[in-house]
């Protein structure tokens, strides 16, 4: 089912949550931020366990902000699983088809259904506080989507597991996911987790949206210079707009970029951020554009690669290398493509 | 949502009205009487009240003092040692939490009476034809029973603590050369000195406030309290105006010293919890190396457990004729086919169930208010607890004079079940609350997502959640009415009498083998309770 969050705000002493956003039929999408940001506020809200100061909340063209939770159809999972201790996992997993009022036999194949789809089909009658925290998860995914949900909410369901475990889990939700068909709101602080497991993702910055886009675009053409620091480790540097055509060039420190003119928007005399992933920064030979020229000062090993921060006129440049190394330590040129640059005012 | 909290906020009018009404009111009227011109210049005034005021604080510092000292030694055996029966002295050290007054009194009378166990003991081993020891309606009659009741209270508060202190504190002392003696001053005492404070004055509000051992064991206004001299005031010589400014300086005194309890209680919470089991010093093994600890816990489980030894045996034993011998007998239980033997153990029965009810009802509410409104919690919990300052005796009083104010009278067992109910009140609430604030919210969000509506959450989730809580509070509200003698001594209605009444009355007439009956019984409802609420949960304040 489609999502549209229509001006919704909301305010806690000098926080102030604002949130405009659509989401597609069958789509995931994560609310991505640093702790405190309004993610699991905004969540919080959609669910209907929090009421907005303002705005409307439509689920499939329906005005749903002044339905109390337990008629929305939204389910949630949360980061501690929130599992009913008192009841077994085939009772917790049953609760919303029991509150449904389904007739008895579809609720104990729908049961016994879910409880082989999560791989835990002898667990029926066994409590939480005997499974282990992945299996904990199951169950709880299980439950939430036991009653076909419009909307699946999963606030930081992977936070307590260790890495190992994560990636099971993960796979897991990607798979009741797609078969479902669900559209799932993912909320997470773990940028390899956002990247790896949404349709689109929603940086979120002291109770704002930053940007919207899939992982691809907000890796690589951010829109913002929060989201560029955010994500992923950048090359950030200051300068001053020489000229202006469909290319700019910008000075930094005496060594001239050419960049890409995307927004035709910058004049000569400009001060503007210039920002590169390490990745689009190569080891290069002889002259051209967007040669720097630079000395190694410290290669970090990360097991597939090597971060390297090469010092150069314009500062630190990390760079990415390996084994056999491409950048000489005594010395060495690195060059970026124009349009690999983006610029920020 | 806002639906919900306004049902709430309703509900919570019905405990906030009846509290008002039942609690407030007559204790205010109390006040207002007792710190008149009139009431002040009577207790003033008078030479007799001045000694007794005297007394009261004299033997509550006395048996303070005393039970810390004694208590002492046992916190350190218990936080230090291991050995085989640790549990059962654990248990042991509990029991006077639920044990009825009345019947410890008993226990105490045929113990240490002129024709006592320990006088016949001693008669029989020096040949002497005089009892020895007159223990009986003396200071120290009473400050035996207080010793009783509270050197376990003081062990108990003391014990956990120090099983706690981190042993990195006792190593980083050790690696600075630091000796034992260092090392107590600097590290153990100033941990211990909040878990001590907060046990003496506990211990010397419950002494100060004690009822029914120093009516019994004091014998007379030699050696009576404010308490029992209210009880005098109101129900003997009906001089309330009395009555009440005793009461009111008795309170004064009494919210002071538990003012300095909270304090203490709440400093000692804000120490940082050891990392596990292996942050704490390593417990000794108990051997025979270590006699006086063995010494110790053998005349321990003797001061605890002979009381109560006492009157289970006693009403067991009697003479078959006159002239014959003491011989085992069922006797005084086949008795309570006899309306007067059975109709104190159904009103008692009556009585305490009612107050569960009540107490049940009411602490749920406050608990559901208190978890939805967190900021309000400490002012709920001022009002909602403050009948722990105020003694059943002063509470009763204050219903005579309002009853007397407002020209009619109430039924009787409805003043003893409101007495009841303020008195356990504080206890019920904080189990029940305890239980209500552990449930975890998401899981509440988690129903509701799921489409249950409050009702269903409220019987699906919530109750399940806290029922270990309700069935504490029950049962402690429960073992506490079952006890209570004050209130019933105030307010019983004519020819209405609870067990511990009856007790206090058979006492009265010497007739001690149906005492012990009556007393066992009670002992044995009231053990019940203490079980079942150490396997199901926790009461503490």
């Known amino acids: ?345 | 949502m806002k639906e919900n909290r306004l049902l709430l906020l309703l509900l919570f009018i019905v405990p906030f009205l009846l509290l008002l009404v039942f609690f407030y009111v007559p204790v205010i009227n109390v006040f207002i009487t007792g710190f008149s011109k009139e009431g002040l210049k009577s207790v003033l005034t008078d030479s007799y009240c001045r000694s007794i005021c005297l007394f009261s604080l004299k033997q509550g510092v006395l048996s303070t003092l005393l039970s810390a000292a004694i208590g002492f030694p046992g916190a350190y055996i218990l936080a230090r040692y291991t050995f085989r029966g640790k549990n059962f002295i654990k248990a042991l050290i509990t029991v006077p939490y639920v044990l009825p007054t009345i019947a410890a009194v008993l226990g105490i009378v045929l113990l240490i009476g002129n024709n006592g166990i320990v006088n016949r003991a001693l008669m029989a081993l020096s040949g002497a034809e005089q009892p020895p020891l007159r223990l009986l309606y003396s200071m120290k009659a009473i400050l035996i029973a207080h010793t009783f009741y509270n050197i376990p209270l003081f062990i108990r508060f003391v014990y956990p603590v120090w099983e706690n202190i981190p042993v990195s504190l006792y190593e980083a002392g050790k690696s600075l050369g630091a000796g034992r003696w260092r090392l107590f001053r600097t590290v153990t005492c100033p941990w211990l000195l909040c878990a001590i404070t907060a046990a003496c004055a506990l211990i010397f509000v419950l002494c100060f406030m004690s009822f029914s051992i120093v009516l019994v064991l004091g014998g007379g206004p030699q050696y009576s309290t404010m308490e029992v001299e209210i009880y005098k005031l109101a129900r003997t010589t009906s001089n309330i105006t009395k009555a009440c400014a005793l009461g009111g300086i008795e309170s004064l005194i009494t919210l002071l010293f538990i003012a300095v309890y909270t304090a203490a209680g709440h400093q000692k919470s804000s120490y940082p919890a050891p990392a596990g089991k292996h942050g704490t010093v390593p417990a000794k093994k108990l051997s025979l190396h270590h006699f006086p600890a063995l010494l110790y816990i053998f005349f321990l489980i003797l001061y605890i457990a002979m009381p109560m030894v006492t009157i289970a045996l006693n009403s067991l034993t009697g003479k078959s004729g006159w002239g014959k011998e003491n011989s085992l007998t069922l006797k005084w239980y086949r008795a309570f086919t006899q309306p007067v033997m059975y109709n104190p153990v159904l009103n008692t029965i009556l009585i305490a169930v009612a107050t569960v009810i009540c107490a049940i009802i009411l602490s749920l509410i406050i608990s559901a208010v208190i978890s939805r409104w967190p900021k309000g919690a400490f002012l709920i919990q001022i009002f909602f607890f403050a009948s722990l300052g105020i003694s059943s005796i002063l509470l009763s009083l204050g219903f005579m004079l309002t009853i007397s104010k407002l020209g009619f009278r109430p039924n009787g067992k409805l003043l003893l079940i409101a007495v009841h109910t303020a008195a356990v009140l504080p206890f019920t609430i904080k189990a029940i609350s305890l239980f209500y604030s552990r449930i975890n919210r998401r899981c509440i969000e988690c129903a509701k997502s799921l489409g249950a509506k409050p009702l269903r959450i409220l019987w699906t989730v919530k109750l399940p959640m806290i029922k270990n809580g309700i069935f504490t509070a029950g049962i402690f509200a429960f073992a506490v009415s079952a006890g209570e003698v004050n209130g019933a001594l105030m307010l019983a209605p004519e020819g209405f009498t609870t067990m511990p009444v009856a007790i206090y009355r058979l006492i009265g007439a010497y007739r001690f083998y149906q005492a012990c009956a009556m007393g066992t019984v009670l002992l044995l409802i009231c053990i019940a309770a203490f079980y079942a609420i150490d396997r199901l949960g926790e009461i503490s304040l």
Not at chain 1, 82 to 96: D, R
Not at chain 1, 129 to 137: A, F, H, N, V
Not at chain 1, 144 to 159: G, R, Y
């Open chain 1, 1 to 345: 089912m489609k999502l549209k969050l229509e001006n919704i705000k909301k305010s806690y002493g000098a926080f102030t949550l604002n949130a405009d956003l659509e989401l597609k039929e069958g789509e995931f999408h994560t609310f991505l931020g640093p702790s405190g940001c309004g993610k699991t506020t905004l969540l919080r809200i959609i669910a209907g366990f929090t009421a907005p100061d303002s705005g409307r909340i439509y689920l499939d063209g329906k005005d749903i902000t002044e339905m109390p939770s337990e008629k929305r159809n939204i389910s949630i999972v949360f980061q501690d699983y929130a599992l009913f201790p008192n009841m077994t996992v085939a009772k917790n997993i049953s609760y919303g088809p029991e509150t449904r009022h389904w007739p008895k036999e579809r609720i104990e194949s729908r049961t016994k259904e879910l409880l082989e789809a999560i791989a835990l089909p002898g667990y029926g009658k066994r409590k939480p506080d005997t499974l282990s925290g992945g299996e904990k998860q199951r169950v709880a995914l299980a439950r939430a989507i036991a009653v076909n949900p419009a909307l699946l909410l999963l606030d930081e369901p992977l936070s307590a597991a260790d890495e190992k475990l994560k990636g099971v889990l993960k796979a897991q939700i990607l798979e009741t996911h797609r078969k479902n068909h669900l559209t799932t709101i993912y909320v997470t602080h773990d940028q390899e987790e956002a990247m790896t497991i949404s349709d689109r993702i929603s940086v979120f910055r002291r109770g704002n949206i930053e940007c919207t886009g899939t992982p691809q675009e907000i890796y690589f053409q951010p829109r913002t210079l929060y989201t560029a620091k955010f994500i992923g480790q950048s090359n950030i540097l200051k300068g001053k707009v020489i000229s202006a055509g469909d290319m700019v060039e910008v000075e930094c420190q005496g060594q001239i970029f050419k960049v890409q003119n995307r927004s035709y928007r910058y004049s000569a005399g400009d001060q503007v951020i210039l920002f590169f992933r390490p990745e689009c920064c190569t080891a290069a030979q002889g002259n051209g554009e967007n040669i720097i020229k630079g000395k190694i000062a410290d290669r970090t090993f990360y097991g597939s690669r090597y971060t390297c921060s090469v010092n150069t006129d314009c500062g630190i440049i990390k760079v990415y290398d390996t084994y056999p190394f491409k950048l000489r330590s005594a010395g060495c040129q690195l060059a970026v493509r124009p349009e690999n640059i983006i610029l920020f005012q």
